[in-house]
Every structure is written in structure tokens, then in C-alpha cells.
């Protein structure tokens, strides 16, 4: 700013802001305009020193007049004749007595944005820069700053912003909603923010498909949501196992007179297309389906119950409670299930099903465009959640948050509280694309309670460190996939011959140990896709502090830990390591060309004595290639080195060994 001063291209003004607006619609100049350098560079020092004789004063750009017959658009790009009203000799500073979130009270001015913009671009290195259009009538000046300065030329391209109907993008009036209560949070579902609708649901590959479908557009449009929710449906259809949730006030009693006396398990695939794994289905005499299907039921009928078999209506009543009872008989030999009314069931044990509360979100606003007069308060949508308690299958008790799933017959969700002990699940809807935003089953979302205020947004509460909700798995969890694991490495190792099976001609070779555990493996992963534990948190809580692990700048730290993390096959999770998310997405674009010109990690001695020292005493770390054999030989030979370095003992021991 100096500079521009020096340079006769910036003065000091303390006209007050209606005054100056008049000057500026009247194309007079300010009385200050033709200040000498001296007085501006006295009076700037002096707002940057807090002086409160000059809080009142800003600078502002002392821009060319309006030249007609000058062909360098220096001449032309400003002075308060020009036709553009923001070019009009633009503030470039002004003084603001707050205390900053960095630097404290350090400064006591600061530059405005169309100062800092064209300054930062250069100095960073970037060689287009991308705004929208509404800056169109700017791109002078931002080019004008960079010319007096001498600056390095940025290139610009313009785009129009992307408006989607009953969507507010004003960070300004977004915030008003968070300060007032109406939301949960930066990260609410109902917000246009990434963590908002990554919240609500969407994928990140179907953001990108989206994004980069529409282009750089510079036509100014205003676009419903339904097509990035289409293309997000696509994306998790095939990743989204399959549960079934009944609910619990919309329930019908269902009695299966020749059905199993006890409770029973069947195991069942996750996905009828996919191979996601497999889930056990309980079966019993008595059962849950929903109301909206029971009361178009008729004696006499014959319905399918879905991965179950062909159930005959013999009678129906109604129970003291309102509720529907269906009486019948199932046929699992009856394979004709064409022309029947499938319906969704649960079994009514509680042993085998467990509470779980479904959420559903509207627009957050009521009109499809806010209008620059617009007040959030006008237009806030009271009735934009609705909640429903169901009954879930015991299978989705293992579902993690931010997983997606498809409850058969209502739609798809994502996961946004796990089950606790003193905490239901949460389960968001993620609409799919179609004209109707809700699930296909007819819910019992109590709409005019929501409206007087009975279904509330629940307030964030700061849970402990080292719950499953923070993304670390407890033993018990660690526990049951381990076991999982084993199942599936016998049934991978059964159906290749088992252990120690001898190779026949014609028939597939015997798949080794090491093999059987990495299909394994996969298989797990293939289910919980991502990436949970303490050093997923320690890395999180280091990047929360800054850009990448080896400090402000990439280095082969952060190459180190990619490599590690790429080898376990996982992806962090963004909503619960939102850091670590966006480091890996930025990191893992880079080829290894580019890695390998990194910087080598600059720890501190101490640290990196510690580590050697740790290295040493742990030994070598053991491939899940190497045998056991090998690996024993391995034992062997470290002990007779021993031997041989203590005792000094004849070498053809060591020999011997190897």
C-alpha cells in the first residue's frame, strides 16, 4: 500500500459513506483527491497505528481519468467519470478497531478484497483465476493493481455461479440460521456446504460427475436438485447393502401359524446383484409389516414375503390397539411370485430387532430464489425435518457412521449417529432424483408436530474421545471382524481344498495362507470402506493445525504415510476426519515424479534418534508373505548372531545357521 501511495495511485479519505456514495453517483471528486504524497503516507501511518484522529480515514485507489482517445486501458480504467460506478476511485484499506483470529490486535487496518485479490493471486503463483461473473465490472481494477505494482499478469476466466432452487448461498444469511438455532450446525444437513449434503448423503464421485457435467458455463441459471441426486443414487446403488426397517407406529402384527417355534437364523447376501458380504435373517411366528400394506390385504390372498416365501391370508382383524392382525400360512416351495403384493417384514422379537430413528429433510426455504431484500427469518422453512422412530433388523447394528445403506422398499441413507448405549441410531434419507423427495413407503411423519415445534433439531452435543462415534473402534468391534475375518478365510480355504490339500490335475491349484488372508481382508474392507483407529486421529489432529503433515509445505512425510495409508485399501471418513479427507484427496493427485522432488522430513533430532532407537528394538517387521518356516530360520539367525557378537564364538556357527 506504501507503494501505491509513493506512487501517487492511492490517497487518504475521511469523506463519510453516504457523502462519498453521493460523490461517486454524482462523478465529483473527493476534496482529499489531490492530497500530497507526504500528508497520505502521514495519514496512513497513523490508521494502521490506531490513531483514533484518523479511524474515520480509508485509502482509496487514485485510478486514472476517463481518457476517450487512449488506447493503454490504464487511461481508461477509472477516475470518477468513469461509466462504471465501482471504478470510481474503489477503498482499498480501511480501519477496523477488532481484534483479529490470528494476529490479535496487531493491525488496526486492514485491505479490502479488491486490493488483496490481484496481490495474493500473483505472489501464490496462480496463473488463472477463476470468479464468477458478478465480478465482471472488477476485472479492470484487479488487472490495473497488478500493472502499477509490476506485478506478475494472472489470467482470468469467468464462470456463472451455480444457483439451486430453495437453496440460500449467502454466507451471510446461512450464518444467521446457525447463530438463531434453526440448524444444527455449519455441517447441517439442509446447508449447501460440502459437509452439509456429504452429510445428507452425497458421494463425492457423484459431486465430481456432477460438476464436471455442467461445464464452465456463463449462463446465469437456476437448476432444481433432482439431478445431481440422480446421479448420487447411481453412484451408491451398487454399494449400498440391503436392510429392512418397519415402523414402529405404522406396524401390522403378521402371525405365520406354520412358522418356526422359535426364533431361527438364515444367511442371507447384502446386496441381490452386488457380493457385499451376507447378513442374518431372522425368522418367527410373529411378525411386523407396515399398516399402509396390511389395510389393502384381503382374505384369501396370497402375498410374497420377501426372502421368505408365499404367505395366504386366512384372516384378518383388529386389535384392541387399532392395529391390523393378519393371520395365515407360509409356502417356501411356492416359487410363483409373479402377480403377488410384495411386502417388507420384521420378525417381532426383541432379540432380533432394535429401535432406530429415521430423519427426513425439506429446502431450508421457502422461496426457489432469496432476492437481495430477502430476510431469513421470511422465508425459513419451520417445517423442513421430520423424524420417525422404526424397528430395524439386528444386522444394521454394525452399520458405521457415514456409511450408506438401502432400506428395501423405502430408499436409500446414510448413517449419521451409530447405536450407543444411551443413543438410538440415526438414519438420514438421501432424496434419489425422483418427483417425490420422501421414501416409497407411506410414512407416518408427523408433519404438524414439526410445525409447532415437537420435532426439533437435535443441538450438537461434544462427545468424549475414544467412542466408536469418533470413528476409533472398541475391542469388541475389533473383536468380531477378526472373527469375521477367520470365517471367511475357512470358507475362501474349504472351497480351494483347505489347508495342507494336495494339487489334482485338472482341478484349480491350492490358493496359500497368505492368500486366503488377503482375500479375506478385502472382503472386510469391501464393507467398511473406511479408514478408523488412533493414528487416524493423531494424523487428523495434525493436520487440523496445518496443511500437511511435514508442516505448511508437502514433504516426504506426507509421501510416506500415502503410501501407508494406500496399502490398507481404505479412504478417511469426511465426516468424521474432515482434515485428513481433504489431505488425502489433495496428496494422492500428485504422480510419484512429483513426490519424489518432496523435501526429506524435517524432524527434530531427538525425534528422529528416538525413532531409530525404537526401529532397532522392534526388529524386523514380518512380511504376510513370509512363511513360517522362513520366519523361524529368520529367529534362528538372529540368535546366533547373538551368540557370535556376545561370546565371540567360531563363525561356522553362523554359517551353520544360514
Known amino acids: 500500500m506504501k507503494k501505491l501511495i509513493e506512487q501517487g495511485n492511492a490517497y487518504a479519505d475521511d469523506t463519510p459513506g453516504e457523502e462519498m456514495k453521493d460523490q461517486r453517483d454524482a462523478q ?9 504524497v507526504k500528508d497520505n503516507l502521514q495519514r496512513f501511518k497513523e490508521m494502521c497505528a490506531g490513531n483514533k484522529k484518523f479511524t474515520s ?59 488483496t485479490c490481484p496481490i495474493v493471486d500473483s505472489i501464490e503463483g496462480v496463473t488463472h483465476a477463476l470468479r ?3 465480478y465482471r465490472d472488477r476485472d479492470e481494477l484487479y488487472k490495473w493493481v497488478q500493472e502499477v505494482l509490476g506485478m506478475r499478469k494472472v489470467e482470468m ?42 452429510r445428507r448423503g452425497m458421494s463425492v464421485k457423484a459431486l465430481k460427475d456432477f460438476m464436471l457435467e455442467q461445464g464452465p458455463s456463463k449462463n446465469t441459471n437456476l437448476m ?27 406396524s401390522a402384527r403378521l402371525t405365520v401359524t406354520n412358522g418356526p417355534e422359535t426364533t431361527v437364523g438364515r444367511s442371507h447376501p447384502l446386496h441381490g446383484k452386488e457380493d457385499l458380504g451376507h447378513k442374518i435373517i431372522f425368522y418367527g411366528k410373529e411378525c411386523l409389516i407396515e399398516h399402509a400394506d396390511a389395510k389393502t390385504m384381503k382374505e384369501g390372498e396370497k402375498i410374497t414375503m420377501m426372502q421368505w416365501g408365499n404367505y395366504t391370508i386366512s384372516k384378518i382383524e383388529t386389535d384392541s390397539d387399532g392395529k391390523l392382525h393378519l393371520t395365515g400360512t407360509i409356502d417356501e416351495a411356492d416359487k410363483n411370485f409373479k402377480g403377488t403384493t410384495k411386502v417388507t417384514w420384521l420378525t417381532n422379537d426383541p432379540e432380533s430387532i432394535f429401535e432406530i430413528e429415521i430423519k427426513e429433510y425439506d429446502h431450508l426455504i421457502t422461496k426457489d430464489k432469496i432476492m437481495d431484500g430477502d430476510e431469513p427469518g421470511d422465508v425459513f422453512n419451520k417445517n423442513s425435518i421430520s423424524s420417525e422412530i422404526c424397528y430395524a433388523e439386528g444386522a444394521c447394528r454394525q452399520i458405521q457412521k457415514g456409511c450408506y445403506l438401502q432400506m428395501q422398499r423405502r430408499g436409500l441413507y446414510i448413517c ?30 408427523d408433519i404438524k408436530a414439526s410445525a409447532k415445534g415437537h420435532n426439533v433439531v437435535e443441538k450438537k452435543v461434544q462427545e468424549g474421545a475414544g467412542l466408536n462415534e469418533a470413528g476409533e473402534k472398541s475391542k469388541g468391534a475389533m473383536n468380531k471382524e477378526a472373527a469375521k475375518a477367520k470365517k471367511i478365510a475357512a470358507k475362501l480355504a474349504a472351497k480351494e481344498g483347505g489347508e495342507g490339500a494336495k494339487a489334482v490335475p485338472g482341478q484349480k491349484p491350492q ?14 474392507r469391501a464393507k467398511n470402506p473406511y479408514a478408523s483407529g488412533k493414528k487416524f486421529d493423531e494424523k487428523e489432529a495434525v493436520l487440523a493445525k496445518q496443511n500437511f503433515l511435514g508442516g505448511q509445505q508437502p514433504n516426504s512425510e506426507d509421501a510416506e504415510f500415502l503410501i501407508e495409508f494406500t496399502s490398507i485399501n481404505k479412504i478417511p471418513n469426511v465426516l468424521t476426519c474432515p482434515h485428513l479427507f481433504a489431505w488425502y484427496s489433495f496428496v494422492s493427485k ?18 528422529q534418534k528416538e525413532e531409530k532407537k525404537s526401529s532397532a528394538a522392534a526388529g524386523p517387521v514380518r512380511n504376510p508373505a513370509c512363511s513360517d518356516a522362513d520366519w523361524a530360520a529368520l529367529e534362528k539367525l538372529k540368535a546366533a548372531i547373538v551368540v557370535y557378537k556376545k561370546e565371540k564364538a567360531d563363525k561356522t556357527k553362523i554359517d551353520a545357521a544360514v
Open 28 to 36: 465529483t471528486d473527493s476534496k482529499y483527491r489531490n492530497a500530497s
Open 57 to 115: 480515514f480509508c485509502i482509496r485507489a487514485k485510478m486514472p481519468q476517463m481518457d476517450e482517445d487512449a488506447e493503454d486501458y490504464l487511461d481508461q480504467a477509472g477516475g470518477m467519470r468513469n461509466k462504471v460506478g465501482c471504478l470510481r476511485d474503489p477503498v482499498f484499506y480501511r480501519c477496523k478497531d477488532v481484534a483479529h483470529h490470528r494476529t490479535g490486535d496487531k493491525f488496526k487496518a486492514y485491505p479490502t478484497y479488491d486490493f
Open 132 to 134: 464468477t461473473i458478478e
Open 157 to 198: 476466466y469467468e464462470f456463472s455461479k451455480l444457483n439451486f432452487k430453495c437453496t440460500c448461498l449467502s454466507k451471510r444469511k446461512l450464518k444467521w440460521f446457525v447463530e438463531n438455532g434453526h440448524v444444527s450446525g455449519w455441517d447441517d444437513p439442509r446447508f449447501p456446504t460440502v459437509q452439509g449434503i456429504m
Open 224 to 250: 432444481e436438485w433432482d439431478k445431481i441426486w440422480s446421479i448420487n443414487k447411481s453412484v451408491l446403488d451398487p454399494i449400498a447393502p440391503r436392510y429392512t426397517c418397519i415402523g414402529k407406529k405404522s
Open 416 to 445: 449419521d449417529q451409530i447405536a450407543l448405549i444411551n443413543k438410538q441410531m440415526v438414519l438420514n434419507f438421501i432424496p434419489d432424483g425422483s418427483l417425490s423427495s420422501m421414501s416409497k413407503v407411506g410414512n407416518q411423519m
Open 511 to 524: 490358493m496359500s495362507q497368505a492368500a486366503i488372508d488377503a482375500k479375506a481382508a478385502a472382503a472386510l
Open 590 to 607: 500428485f504422480t510419484q515424479a512429483i513426490k519424489d522432488t518432496w523435501p526429506a522430513s524435517k524432524k527434530a533430532p531427538a525425534v
